[in-house]
């Protein structure tokens, strides 16, 4: 297995960009996938394939790869945004790791 | 509509083994992946293996290798994840998850509503 490294925190004000990166070696190789988990509540995809953005998922949601980083970015950051977003990405075997989340705080 | 409907909450004493049941309905059973995920009281998600309902094929994270089996029953598009040798540390809410599209790299786009598991003596 391999390690995804998020930052624990990330706070912005609302109408602001927020951008959670996520951190590891295979992920010049394989995709990235982002997931945001409300409290109590699964998890919902917001980006697949790097960049990709499922339906019904609002259009301030984009996802971008720089060689061993990716990046979520949340235009226009809304108060409904606030939860934790986890990245994840799968190595050549098909086996799957999840970053350990970044809190997003709107003030 | 796709539905994910898995069993109930379970209390299990260390030592022991659950066997988590995932109710697949409005989609082609055999076309899409299941994974299972599981995120403990407080903590971050933890991914522990998908399924190929299709041909049965698994793949495991190497954290659960030995102590986890997925399985599926076709006839009733049901999958399973049963975990073994329980610690308390496994107590954790379980849920099994569907990817987005019959590509298996897709992402997972619909979730069971979780099992909640706990390991206590």
């Known amino acids: 297995s391999y390690e995804l490294t998020q930052p624990p925190s990330v706070s912005v004000s609302p109408g602001q960009t927020a951008r959670i990166t996520c951190s590891g070696d295979?992920?010049?190789?394989?995709?990235a996938y982002w997931y945001q988990q409300k409290p109590g509540q699964a998890p919902v995809l917001v980006i697949y394939k790097d960049s990709e953005r499922p339906s019904g998922i609002p259009e301030r949601f984009s996802g971008s790869s720089s060689g061993t980083t990716v990046t979520l970015t949340i235009s226009g950051v809304q108060a409904e945004d606030e939860a934790d977003y986890y990245c994840q990405s799968a190595d050549s075997s098909g086996t799957y790791e999840f970053g350990g989340g970044t809190k997003l705080t709107v003030l | 509509q796709v539905q994910l409907v898995q069993s109930g909450a379970e209390v299990k004493k260390p030592g022991a083994s659950v066997k988590v049941s995932c109710k697949a309905s409005g989609y082609t059973f055999t076309g899409y992946y299941m994974h299972w995920v599981r995120q403990a009281p407080g903590q971050g998600l933890e991914w522990m293996g998908r399924i190929n309902p299709n041909s049965g094929g698994t793949n495991y994270a190497q954290k659960f290798q030995g102590r986890v089996t997925m399985t599926r029953d076709t006839s009733i598009s049901t999958a399973y994840m049963e975990l073994s040798r329980l610690r308390s540390d496994d107590t954790a809410v379980y849920y099994c998850?569907?990817?987005?599209?019959?590509?298996?790299?897709?992402?997972?786009?619909?979730w069971g509503q979780g099992t909640l598991v706990t390991v206590s003596s």
């Open positions: 295979a992920l010049p190789k394989q995709y």
């Open positions: 998850a569907r990817v987005l599209s019959p590509d298996p790299d897709g992402g997972v786009n619909y």
